[in-house]
């Protein structure tokens, strides 16, 4: 089965992540095959909206950790993450410049959003121009309590606030998708029942611009956001971020003998908060 799905309705393409018994937690073969789905149909002149969007109960539970930090599903990668090093240039070309390509892909972008939203879930979400919950979406970034420092690109103070930023990594908590909506990290909820179709709806909507005034438009925005300092923010924090994984504290919390039933890790991971 493959981890990427894509499908063309009219001028959308949709790109579904499809690792529906993992809720679409993110392996290799997935990120790889991410970005090469977006560049597929970036390519395309007849694409003029890009959705992305999550088979089964959720949009996407983050990294798989199995591979990371508890097992061998992958394992070269386990064993290129055993050094600062390996692990820098990982997260950096996986991770870091992965997400960054989905940012700055020249069309519109819906991430259509609907469960689980986690971490590096979120992190992947918000890389497009408008978010699109279902009522069950729940987003969340927990990552600080297993001793990481958020994850790869800081997407939070960029999108809440640095106020309700800080609240999301310092307690982890969930937010609904009517929380999303009101802080303005989404920017619809609809019933889970009506989510493609209303998804759909508005791609279709914007599929119809003139595209060359869409691309510029998005191109504007993140233009603005490049001078409001955002990717010199993110750099920074990518290496902050790699400072935290290289400490004693999180080699520790993330040792074999700690992870090595990674459920039970979890569990403990959310239980003392
Ligand atoms: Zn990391």
Not at 245 to 255: G, R, V
């Amino acid at each position: 089965m493959s981890t990427i799905e894509t499908e063309r309705r009219g001028n959308v393409a949709r790109i579904w992540l499809n690792r529906p018994k993992q809720h679409n937690a993110q392996n290799e073969e997935m990120i790889y095959a991410l970005d090469a789905a977006f560049a597929e149909a970036t390519a395309d002149d007849d694409v003029r909206v890009i959705v992305l969007a999550g088979r089964g109960r959720s949009f996407s539970s983050g990294h798989d950790l199995s591979r990371t930090v508890g097992g061998t599903s992958e394992a070269d990668i386990a064993e290129l993450r055993k050094t600062t090093e390996g692990r820098l240039h990982h997260e950096r070309t996986s991770y870091f410049d992965k997400c960054l390509a989905i940012r700055n892909c020249p069309k519109p972008t819906i991430a259509q959003v609907h469960g689980h939203c986690i971490a590096a879930g979120l992190m992947l979400a918000c890389m497009c121009d408008l978010i699109i919950a279902g009522e069950s979406a729940k987003f969340s970034n927990p990552v600080v309590r297993m001793g990481a420092i958020g994850v790869e690109v800081f997407v939070e103070p960029w999108e809440v606030g640095v106020r309700k930023a800080k609240e999301m990594l310092f307690l982890g908590d969930v937010l609904t998708a009517e929380d999303a909506k009101h802080l303005g990290l989404a920017n619809r909820v609809y019933p889970d029942e009506d989510l493609d179709r209303e998804v759909d709806h508005l791609a279709e909507r914007i599929s119809k611009l003139p595209p060359m005034a869409a691309r510029l438009t998005k191109e504007s925005f993140n233009a603005t956001l490049q001078t409001m300092g955002q990717l010199a923010s993110w750099h920074s924090h990518f290496m902050i971020h790699q400072v935290g994984h290289a400490t004693d504290e999180y080699q520790q919390i993330i040792s074999p003998a700690n992870t090595g039933d990674l459920k039970a890790f979890l569990e403990r991971r959310d239980a003392a908060h």
